[in-house]
């Protein structure tokens, strides 16, 4: 039982480190990417206060090193994943009675545990399994991780705090009970960050949850539940699974108790996930929550006013830091005819100073891999396209080579159609189109970029006319859920800069606020009325 109204300790944004030549965390994370890529982790499944090992297994692999085997894990059958369901539902009832702080001292733990001795572990876990540089994995696994944790603890003792008015002689009060059943939570393998919130930001309010990480993603998934399980998180409230993903998904949705789903993936798949909860709906006890975070074709749009080396810059980041597999990621851009021939001489310099793309271990690299064969064999087919096509042409790299890594080169095309494929499909990969529009035509290119995309995750506009950067502002205000005045369009910060988009980017639920957190929450208004009429009569009766 509370004893108190306890305020949390106030979240601040955890500090970046420089990994510099020389610096203490340079030398430890090296140190621990060496001991993980010359060992064999066996990760099982974490099902109630167990470690599952069906024998069913899987290996894992660097995506800069495919043939180098660094561990397996198991794969789940449906009768573990219906034993994951049942030992979440046992495991509801304490975990749901635990008082707020309590459960908030665990995820606070969680982030110092990160923030400390396991900070090199994540990352180099990161490094391994998803190919990110040693920034990319500090600003992820990191720091992002640990703002998700901090910042989520914060935003959950304001809520609890919003309470209703009270008139005389009564007492009106809102608590905030988790979902009746148990969560879903599917993430993807580009940010092990958005890997630990999804599961984590349901827990938090007081449900369990199942969890299926990407099989892209299971070695530093597995660092997540070790920081987990130190931080004290009681058995059965993050049960994990991984396997194959239909068999699953049908095993949770089929279940009565299912109550929502915390999804990060693909906008075809989530659209499916939607239809079976549609064709599930009668089978529920109650409407089950649905909040996802999908697809994107983010975009860069200039004015004649912008910068050249500004927005150069913002291209060369956006569309090319962890190989372009950000879902924020710029992979269309609009550049006016008068300043786009120095703007683009200017990212192809910059692509010229990368090194091939090779392992994170160098640090000396920008480019590493992309995440699978699949993926490689994907993009690989899109440059080949756009170098036999009339209407684009390869102004940048347009390599690849996957004999030892999925490497896949920094690309810039360069096209005079903007409904061009590449213009339109998301690729995921480090593949940028750009399009040059005539000076004059600014506002249709505003409505160009706004009708081009079924997604609008994020988008910037560079620029320093402020009448033209209002009008970019107003034009594109249903093109992007995040959207970015005269920077990259990635690097969204928790506490700062809520991410998530609408349309076929998602449910705009906003990762990193409060507003994501209420989703996990049903209120209930509690009326109590201190001294109750004894007449039912009203005065109007006489």
């Known amino acids: 039982m509370a004893k108190g109204f306890f305020q949390v300790p106030t979240a601040v944004n955890e500090p970046i480190k420089s990994y510099a030549p020389g610096s ?9 990417y060496q001991k993980y ?11 109630g206060g167990e470690e599952v090992r069906t024998g069913n297994t899987r290996t894992m692999a660097p995506p800069h090193d495919h043939q180098h085997q660094v561990g397996q894990y198991h794969l789940a059958e449906k009768e573990q994943v219906e034993a994951a369901i049942s030992n979440a539902l046992e495991a509801r009832s304490a975990w749901a009675d635990l008082t707020w702080e309590q459960r908030a001292a665990i995820f606070l733990k969680a982030a110092e545990l990160v923030a400390g001795p396991y900070r090199a572990k994540i990352n180099a876990a990161t490094m391994i399994a998803q190919s990110k540089t040693i920034h990319q994995a500090e600003i992820d696994s990191a720091c992002e991780f640990i703002d998700f944790l901090r910042f989520n603890v914060e935003y959950m003792s304001q809520i609890y705090e919003e309470q209703p008015e009270s008139a005389e002689g009564i007492w009106n009060r809102v608590e905030y009970r988790p979902l009746e059943g148990f969560v879903y939570a599917v993430t993807p393998f580009n940010f092990t960050a958005i890997a630990g919130n999804l599961p984590s930001s349901a827990a938090m309010m007081g449900n369990v949850v199942i969890w299926k990480p990407s099989d892209s993603q299971v070695f530093s998934a597995k660092v997540i539940v070790d920081v987990f399980k130190e931080a004290g998180l009681p058995d059965g409230v993050i049960n994990v699974v991984y396997g194959d993903p239909v068999m699953i998904t049908e095993t949770v949705l089929s279940s009565p108790d299912f109550s929502g789903i915390h999804f990060t993936g693909s906008t075809f798949v989530f659209k499916e996930l939607w239809k079976q909860i549609g064709n599930n709906i009668h089978t529920y006890k109650t409407y089950p929550r649905i909040v996802g975070e999908t697809g994107g074709k983010d975009f860069i749009v200039a004015h004649p006013t912008a910068v050249p080396a500004q927005v150069a810059t913002a ?31 200017l990212v192809k310099k910059d692509i010229a100073s990368f090194n091939p793309p090779g392992s994170p271990e160098d640090m000396s690299n920008f480019i590493t891999a992309v995440i699978h064969e699949g993926s490689f064999d994907k993009l690989a087919g899109y440059i080949d396209q756009a170098k036999n096509d009339k209407d684009v042409e390869v102004i940048a790299g347009g390599g690849y080579d996957k004999s030892k890594g999925y490497f896949i080169e920094p690309t810039v095309l360069l096209t005079t159609d903007p409904n061009y494929t590449t213009m339109e499909t998301e690729l995921f990969g480090p593949v940028v189109t750009v399009y040059v529009y005539d000076d004059k035509d600014w506002a249709q290119t505003l409505e160009l970029v706004d009708n081009t995309s079924e997604y609008a995750l994020t988008g910037a506009v560079l620029g320093t006319d402020r009448y033209a950067i209002d009008q970019a502002t107003r034009v594109l205000q249903n093109a992007a859920g995040n959207f970015y005045i005269n920077d990259k369009p990635t690097g969204a910060v928790v506490g700062q800069q809520p991410f998530g988009g609408a349309r076929a980017s998602g449910t705009n639920d906003k990762a990193g606020s409060a507003q994501n957190l209420l989703r996990w929450v049903s209120p209930r208004l509690i009326k109590e009325t201190f001294v109750p009429p004894t007449d039912y009569r009203y005065p109007f009766l006489g």
């Open 315 to 345: 291209i060369t980041r956006g569309a090319f830091e962890f190989q372009g597999q950000k879902c924020s990621a710029a992979s269309r851009v609009y550049l006016p005819k008068s300043t786009a021939s120095e703007i683009l001489e």
């Open 24 to 32: 203490p965390e340079r030398e430890a994370v090296l140190h621990q």
């Open 37 to 47: 890529f010359n060992g064999n982790e066996d990760i099982p499944l974490y099902i």
